[in-house]
């Protein structure tokens, strides 16, 4: 473990690792990419439907806002696609749009076998690999360029949506944050940082709290929260925390505040869509919600316990209960490679006075010497 002196930096460096961990790497990101621009070229070759009208193909979701999370047990993640047509909407029923997706699709040799129907989307399973679920909808209407009305199928009418503003949204939330308390600390130490454009202490806050989702209901999960629930509810109480730790722990607070507190239950509306409500299966069915305030409140319970000097080995045992034991050690182990990197190409000191380790270059840092092959210290 890097010894920071800042507890909450301490703490951020191994959930940012946790949270490294679970993310969409690079291949199988590339591999969605490959994937996604060729259904794309399909549908636009299409001419009894599709070919006519103007329309775009965007990702929106978790990869599109960075918050994979890679599913315990499982080596996939998913990919939304919405299919956006730039048409009248009340021209056409919501089950014509679905039936031409479904058709265009149903032609193709390969997409035929993977695809499977589900309420709002078709879903394309690559198995092993990932699942791309394609949601066709039609403009709303022309002054807002992201709203759109989608097909619900058990409804059988169309239902209002805005993926992409939800992203925006979204987004814009994470990116209140220039630098993050971590990138802060490992700039002063003069240690190897990884890109954290990306990785801002709200977004690695989600993948955190919708892993722990995961352990949580892993034996029964009935009445398991959704992922839009989760990162919604954590942009609204986002407040520009710098920290990873800071930002979950007002996350939770503020949920705890509104669900512990009050009797009646809350509603998670899209923030860029007033009617689209993410938690009307809590007013049919209240045991969704019963079980969101319950794991909320052990989340809750967990994080009161990190914020006390119980010392490294009670901290893992935290750690490992709230995100497992295999994304804990995958995350000690990277720190042990980066100290390990830094020592061998004799960029990492110890300050004399605080015993913190730090880049090579200030007057009180002394270097910690390379291992050798047999781990003697090199001369």
Request: hydrophobic letters at 35%; charged letters at 30%.
């Amino acid at each position: 473990m890097i010894p920071f002196q800042n507890k909450y930096v301490q703490l951020d460096d191994l959930l940012d690792r946790m949270a490294e961990s679970m993310q969409l790497d690079k291949t199988r990101y590339e591999l969605m990419i490959q994937h996604y621009e060729a259904i794309k070229k399909w549908i636009e070759a299409d001419e009894l439907f599709f070919k006519p009208f103007k329309y775009e193909l965007y990702p929106h979701g978790s990869v599109r806002i960075k918050t994979t999370v890679k599913p315990i047990g499982k080596d996939e993640f998913d990919l939304d696609i919405a299919l956006h047509l730039k048409i009248q909407w009340s021209n056409h029923t919501p089950e014509k749009i679905y039936s031409e997706l479904k058709r265009r699709l149903s032609e193709h040799s390969v997409y035929k076998e993977k695809m499977e129907l589900k309420n709002r989307c078709i879903r394309l399973n690559y198995s092993g690999d990932f699942h791309m679920d394609i949601l066709p909808g039609i403009q709303e209407n022309e002054w807002d360029e992201d709203k759109l009305r989608i097909p619900d199928r058990l409804l059988g009418c169309w239902v209002s949506s805005n993926p992409r503003g939800y992203a925006k949204w979204f987004l814009e939330k994470s990116n209140t944050v220039k630098i993050s308390l971590l990138e802060k600390a490992l700039r002063a130490e003069n240690l190897p940082s990884n890109d954290y454009e990306d990785k801002k202490p709200l977004q690695r806050a989600v993948q955190l709290i919708k892993r722990y989702r995961d352990i949580y209901y892993q034996e029964n999960d009935t009445f398991k929260t959704s992922s839009i629930v989760l990162t919604t509810i954590a942009g609204l109480n986002y407040n520009g925390e710098e920290s990873i730790f800071l930002a979950v722990e007002n996350i939770i607070n503020q949920i705890r505040q509104h669900t512990f507190y009050n009797s009646t239950r809350i509603k998670v509306l899209n923030p860029v869509n007033s009617e689209e409500d993410f938690t009307d299966k809590w007013e049919k069915e209240p045991r969704y919600y019963e079980a969101f305030r319950a794991f909320c409140e052990h989340l809750y319970e967990q994080w009161q316990e990190l914020k006390k000097d119980n010392g490294i080995i009670s901290e893992g045992y935290i750690l490992k209960g709230l995100f497992g034991d295999d994304l804990y050690s995958r995350a000690q182990i990277s720190q042990a490679d980066i100290i390990e990197k830094a020592r061998n190409s004799n960029q990492l000191g110890i300050n004399r006075s605080s015993g913190i380790i730090g880049g090579i270059g200030a007057a009180t840092t002394t270097a910690v010497k390379s291992n050798t092959f047999f781990g003697d210290d090199a001369d």
